[in-house]
């Protein structure tokens, strides 16, 4: 019997787990084929409607001349900035690793890395630069119904202007790719609000830590998921959900949470920028929005008007449970975050969609007729015809019919259980006696139906399927 041995420090002989067996146990060790929490495959339906919501953000920011730009997924994470809720390591909030003593994090919306660009290529870009981009991002946070680790994110940013006309028009431009998108007037609603106004609450509450100001920031961004009670929570000592997770408070006083609830019932707007981008709503007769106290926005660097897109219809889970589904998306004024790469005079206002969000939630609301292009199968009889195949294939495939040899191996019950599995509009049988006179049989998949047809009327009967 073969035996490892190991020697100890002090010269003892330690006997291992026999070879034969050890490799026995690591054959038996497989990965996992779950996903981690807040990961999810997507199937096509998903994707053609995801696909449908980019090709109409894209028309819409043409129409509103707004520039295309990609920016990498990872930066250094002293670019990005910490503005997530993070406490010691630059990692917490961010999926982050160490590289030749310097850390990248993968990142965490669009707006961070575009204050980067901008102080990169300050003097080559006009003034105001409006860009859009869509791009993956990543929060390592606890996922939701619809909230994701990874998600899609689309944003739209005026940067190098003050002018609170670019402000107003990002609410507009949103709202019209809703509506292009199938939702009505009545499905959705733009809140607009300011930190102007949090910044007179934390002085009428003599608040000046900047870590409790966060604190108390993302707890008010929680109240429309979360609701009041459980804000209030995270407000006071701190919050335990359902499973179990202790997100530390703020520590208020009861007559602090008492004032802030107070203030955040008021529907008066009191800020000079908000009043401002009312005028112009209604110089564009844009009604659907809505004077709310209560949006917050949970990042850090909003310094003036920020704005909230919520749904005004239930959203599901996947059990049929209507949830608290929060917004689909936002943004704000951020004038500082460019200035932090240098002396840059560099006003910005942005606003941003989470994709993945607003198509699970079309899902439930619209029926989308897209259709799935599947491919008409052609049949293998015999391996010594390739040519004969390509030459059918490649007739269908120059008139644009979606078209494949069979790619698998088998007789013909297992190409027919592949066509029907991969729903193919019909199949295409071609053997010997078919190539003798020139034609193949035709099978309409859907009614079964089957009939021979010359090679040149091939592809009107196709498409007569199809």
């Known amino acids: 019997m073969v035996r490892a041995a190991v020697c100890g420090t002090e010269g003892r002989q330690f006997e291992s787990v026999p070879v034969y067996q050890k490799m026995e146990k690591e054959k038996k ?59 010691d390591r630059p990692g917490e909030g961010v999926f982050s690793f160490k590289d030749e003593n310097k850390w990248l994090s993968l990142r965490y919306d669009l707006t961070a890395p575009l204050a980067r660009y901008v102080a990169k290529n300050f003097n080559e870009i006009p003034k105001p630069f409006k860009r859009y981009q869509l791009g993956t991002v990543w929060r390592n946070e606890k996922p939701g119904p619809g909230r994701y680790r990874e998600f899609l994110q689309f944003d739209a940013d005026y940067v190098g202007t003050k002018n609170l006309q670019a402000d107003a028009e990002l609410c507009i431009l949103i709202s019209e790719i809703l509506e292009k998108c199938g939702l009505g007037k009545a499905d959705y609603i733009v809140k607009i609000s300011s930190r102007k106004f949090t910044d007179k609450l934390f002085e009428q509450l003599k608040i000046k830590s900047k870590d409790q100001i966060s604190i108390i920031l993302r707890a008010l961004d929680k109240i429309d998921r979360l609701g009041w009670s459980e804000a209030q929570k995270l407000l006071g000592e701190g919050r335990k ?39 112009i709503f209604e110089a564009y007769n844009f009604k659907n929005y809505k004077f709310d106290p209560s949006v917050i926005r949970g990042l850090e660097y909003y310094t003036g008007p920020i704005f909230e897109v919520n749904l005004n219809f239930d959203v599901k889970n996947l059990k049929g449970q209507t949830i608290q589904f929060g917004s689909i998306g936002g943004g704000g004024r951020y004038d500082n975050l460019v200035s932090n790469f240098g002396n840059l005079d560099c006003p910005a206002t942005g606003i941003s969609i989470g994709l993945d969000r607003l198509v699970f939630a079309l899902m439930q609301k619209k029926d989308f007729k897209i259709k799935s292009t599947r491919p008409v199968v052609i049949c293998v009889f015999d391996q010594n015809k390739t040519k004969q195949y390509i030459d059918i294939l490649n007739k269908l495939r120059s008139t644009n019919i979606s078209s494949e040899i069979y790619p698998g191996e088998g007789k013909l019950k297992k190409q027919m259980e592949y066509a ?26 859907k009614t079964g139906e089957e009939l021979s047809v010359k090679v040149e009327n091939l592809i009107d009967e196709i498409k007569k399927i199809i």
Do not use: W
């Open 29 to 87: 060790i497989k990965p996992s084929k779950e996903l981690p929490s807040g990961f999810e495959d997507r199937q096509e339906k998903e994707l053609l409607i995801r696909d449908f919501v980019i090709s109409n953000i894209k028309e819409v920011m043409i129409k509103y001349g707004f520039q295309y730009l990609e920016t990498p997924s990872f930066e250094y994470t002293e670019s990005i900035g910490k503005f997530l809720p993070d406490k």
């Open 241 to 279: 959900d359902k499973s179990g997770d202790y997100t530390k408070g703020a520590n208020l006083k009861n007559e602090q949470i008492k004032i802030i609830e107070n203030a955040l019932k008021s529907d008066v707007p009191d800020s000079e920028d908000v009043l401002e981008i009312i005028k």
């Open 420 to 445: 029907n599995k991969i729903e193919s509009p019909c199949a295409i049988f071609y053997g010997e006696d078919e190539i003798k006179k020139a034609e193949v049989k035709l099978r309409n998949l």
